[in-house]
């Protein structure tokens, strides 16, 4: 007899590359093909993710959207968005796979992220983060994102308030010289530094 799993059981998780120091992280702009591993992903890391539905009608908008993932070994370990409107970017979504947690995921993503904002005219950068998620806040200020408001209970489903973050003048030299600095740190090639 054939015991059947439950669906979501049943379906084999992508399996990623072990996480390691030394590994060659890129980061490409996301295309359809990855939206999957990225909605595998996003399963795992958020109460309330979005589907692979809702990404792929996000890839449907490159004209005001931008998202990237981050691929090791040919695998999506990361990824990040933003929907760009009248010169500010909204930061809609940065997610790395628990596992590769702290090997320079994220604030690689979100180098090539507000690279690519900027040279489509972005003066300002803006996001919302669960309050107590102190880790992305570290992150998000390396990035001179700075807080500027409480959106009461964004969260509901965790029951928490969101702390509404914007980086301003990101189009001046003085953010250039920020951005040159996290280049180097995490030894960005010229191809990222556009
Ligand atoms: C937040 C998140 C995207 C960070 O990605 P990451 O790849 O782990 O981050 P990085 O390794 O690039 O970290 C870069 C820097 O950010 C800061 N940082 C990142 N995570 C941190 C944490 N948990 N605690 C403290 N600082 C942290 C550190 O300064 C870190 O540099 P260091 O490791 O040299 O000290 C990742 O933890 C994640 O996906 N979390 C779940 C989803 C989420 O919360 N997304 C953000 C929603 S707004």
Redesign the pocket.
């Known amino acids: 007899m054939t015991i059947r799993l439950p669906r979501s059981r049943h379906r084999p998780r992508p399996a990623l590359p072990e996480p390691r120091r030394d590994a060659s992280i890129d980061i490409v702009p996301m295309r359809r093909a990855h939206v999957r591993h990225v909605a595998a992903i996003e399963e795992r ?2 109460p309330r993710p979005w589907s692979a539905a809702l990404y792929l009608s996000e890839l449907a908008s490159p004209a005001t959207r931008a998202y990237f993932v981050a691929i090791v070994d040919g695998a999506v370990v ?1 990824y990040a968005g933003s929907m760009l409107v009248a010169g500010e970017a909204h930061i809609t979504t ?3 796979a628990p596992e ?9 993503l979100l180098y090539r992220l507000v690279r690519e904002v900027r040279g489509r005219g972005a003066h300002a950068l803006t ?1 919302e ?1 669960r309050m107590s ?4 806040q ?2 998000y200020r ?1 990035f001179g994102f700075v807080p500027a408001g409480i959106r009461k209970n964004y969260y509901p489903e965790v029951n928490e308030d969101g702390l509404v973050m914007w980086a301003y003048d990101v189009d001046t030299p003085v953010y250039e010289a920020r951005l040159d600095q996290i280049g180097r740190r995490i030894g960005a090639r010229s191809r990222d530094r556009r």
């Open positions: 890391i958020f990361g940065v997610g790395v590769w947690h702290r090997h320079g995921v994220g604030i690689r996001l983060v998620n102190h880790g992305a570290e992150l390396a």
